[in-house]
């Protein structure tokens, strides 16, 4: 089947710094990529959809100045949580959608902020 | 509030079992149904997927019952062994709006 990779797949940063997670799809492009995050034990929340050449498309509550999404080719799209507090420490994870609107996930990317 | 309703929360099954997962629904305009598997620390991982013109779909030990009257959907699992232990989740979407509305998951444990 389709794959998605994430990257990194654990990151630890400073409270303060900028932190970028990677979503690339190998095998297939990808006009829409979605960003999600998740809390232990929870389901998953969509944040932010991406879609190739425009502006992302944010979810209600999600700060677009804090979690930065680049979509810049149809394989890869980038989330940049910026100004990381600890609060952000979370688990995100990418999908993108195949042609068949068959969608995929990443591995997810462990996010600490210390 | 929660597009998709999950059913049960956590469930225990004795290895060789059946584990049974149901899912509902409002939306009439979903049409695509996916379910997905995921084991702690990972991403979730697509493990079968229905689409309403048919009732029922099957690959393996895995089975989707769906009925569209009831706006339910529910995931079988045949011989359940211990691998099979993980966090389920069901979906749905409308095609063409690309985002899913996941159900709050089902932790599956297959006790030997």
């Known amino acids: 089947g389709a794959v998605v990779s994430q990257h990194p797949s654990r990151v630890i940063c400073k409270s303060g710094t900028s932190v970028k997670i990677e979503c690339r799809s190998l095998d297939f492009q990808a006009t829409t990529m979605f960003w999600y995050r998740q809390f232990p034990k929870q389901s998953l929340m969509l944040m932010a959809t991406s879609n190739e050449g425009s502006k992302a498309t944010y979810e209600q509550g999600v700060e677009k100045d804090k979690f930065l999404i680049n979509h810049a080719s149809l394989t890869l799209s980038t989330l940049t949580v910026t100004s990381a507090h600890p609060e952000d420490s979370s688990f995100y994870i990418c999908?993108?959608?195949?042609?068949?609107?068959?969608?995929?996930f990443g591995e997810g990317s462990w996010l600490t902020v210390v | 509030q929660q597009q998709v309703k999950q059913s049960p929360q956590s469930l225990i099954v004795q290895k060789g079992g059946i584990s049974i997962i149901n899912c509902a629904y409002e939306?009439?305009?979903?049409?695509?149904f996916p379910w997905y598997q995921q084991f702690p620390g990972k991403g979730p991982a697509l493990l079968i997927a229905?689409?309403?013109?048919?009732s029922e779909k099957k690959e393996g030990r895995f089975t989707i019952s769906f009925n569209k009257s009831a706006k339910q959907f529910s995931l079988h699992i045949m011989d359940s062994q211990p691998g099979d232990s993980a966090t389920y989740f069901c979906a749905a979407s409308i095609r063409g709006a690309n985002n899913l509305f996941f159900g709050t998951g089902t932790r599956l444990t297959v006790i030997p």
């Open positions: 999908s993108a959608e195949e042609m068949r609107n068959t969608i995929y």
């Open positions: 229905i689409r309403p013109d048919v």
């Open positions: 939306n009439t305009a979903f049409d695509y």
